[in-house]
């Protein structure tokens, strides 16, 4: 069964970092590539950047490129997204979804991160 | 970027009515890359439909996706009270793979 798992939710300060997870299991990880995508409370669902875990090919989009860094342990079959200093704008559920090679629709999702960035 | 723009934002339909949910993209959407989400409250999006028209495993045959270019459209034949959420579309044939708004397919 493909399963991905994320870590749980975070409570943070402005200008503190952070690193949350997503686990892949029930299928090759490094055959197919993880997304990460942000929902703002109330709000729709934004495309941040996906990894290929195989070879690391990432790519952003404008919007989240150098705001966020998205990473992939192929040893444990984990990818993260980071954050160097938060910010209050940064609060809102996190979700890593799988996208099959060659196509990037996302076929099954983890269960979300809720992230809270507060003072 | 392809902005995608889904119309109505919302819709309300009564339960055996049938929906039809529009996503226009900005720009041509290559090889019809596109596809439709469910999603209720406080669970992650569901894929109802890849590639434009294609079902996804174990979605129900009342679900179907028609279009190219940049119009696309999710038709749900007869609404069952399960199929009220939020539906967004995403493109993925030009990077970044950006979504919808959304639309909310609430009850009448």
């Known amino acids: 069964e493909v399963q991905l798992v994320q870590s749980g939710a975070e409570v943070k300060k402005p200008g503190e970092s952070l690193k949350i997870s997503c686990k892949g299991s029930?299928?090759?990880?490094?055959?197919?590539?993880i997304g990460w995508v942000r929902q703002m409370p109330g709000k729709g669902l934004e495309w941040m950047g996906i990894?290929?875990?195989?070879?690391?090919?990432?790519r952003y989009s404008p919007s989240f490129q150098g705001q966020v860094t998205i990473s992939a342990d192929k040893s444990i079959s984990t990818a993260y997204l980071q954050w160097s200093s938060l910010k209050a704008s940064d609060t809102a559920m996190y979700y890593c979804?799988?996208?099959?090679?060659?196509?990037?629709?996302?076929?099954?999702w983890g269960q979300g991160t809720l992230v809270t960035v507060s003072s | 970027e392809i902005v995608l723009t889904q119309s109505p934002a919302t819709l309300s339909l009564s339960p055996g009515e049938r929906a039809t949910l529009s996503c226009g993209a900005s720009?041509?959407?290559?090889?019809?890359?596109l596809a439709w989400y469910q999603q209720k409250p406080g669970l992650a999006p569901r894929l109802l439909i890849y590639?434009?028209?294609s079902r996804a495993t174990g979605i129900p045959d009342r679900f179907s996706g028609s279009g190219s270019g940049t119009d696309f459209t999710l038709t749900i034949s007869r609404l069952e009270p399960e199929d009220f959420a939020v539906y967004y579309c995403?493109?993925?044939?030009?990077?970044?793979?950006?979504f919808g708004q959304g639309t909310k397919l609430e009850i009448k």
């Open positions: 720009q041509s959407v290559s090889s019809s890359y």
């Open positions: 995403q493109q993925y044939g030009s990077s970044p793979y950006t």
């Open positions: 990894i290929y875990p195989g070879d690391s090919d990432t």
């Open positions: 590639d434009a028209s």
């Open positions: 979804a799988r996208g099959l090679e060659g196509t990037y629709y996302f076929d099954y």
């Open positions: 029930g299928y090759s990880f490094t055959s197919y590539w």
